[in-house]
């Protein structure tokens, strides 16, 4: 059974950073290009950036320049450094393979920005 934790968040003052920590039980983590995602309060859930296996790098344009996504494949651990958080940025943060597997998700992390 794959199992995704994620952890880091908390509640910040805008302009402060965060950095989120997901750890996927996961065999074939290393050979797999993972992606974090972002539930803002009464919407779905959307894509925020994603990590190829070979470590290239793509970030949604509302928080490219602000937020990296990185991995450590020792650690079967994909991050996400938030900085100049923004309001807007609030919501449950989440993590998974893409493709996703399908029907598993983990519990996400909650991120609050107060202006």
């Known amino acids: 059974q794959v199992q995704l934790v994620e952890s880091g968040g908390g509640s910040v003052q805008a302009g402060e950073s965060l950095r989120l920590s997901c750890v996927a039980s996961?065999?074939?983590?290393?050979?797999?290009?993972m992606g974090w995602y972002r539930q803002a309060p009464g919407k779905q859930r959307s894509f925020i950036a994603r990590?190829?296996?070979?470590?290239?790098?793509l970030h949604d344009s509302s928080v490219k320049g602000r937020f990296t996504i990185s991995r450590d494949n020792a650690k079967n651990t994909v991050y996400l450094q938030m900085n100049s958080l923004k309001p807007e940025d609030t919501g449950v943060y989440f993590c998974?393979?893409?493709?996703?597997?399908?029907?598993?998700w983990g519990q996400g992390t909650q991120v609050t920005v107060y202006s």
């Open positions: 998974n393979k893409i493709p996703n597997i399908v029907g598993v």
């Open positions: 996961l065999d074939t983590f290393s050979v797999s290009d």
């Open positions: 990590v190829t296996s070979g470590g290239s790098t």
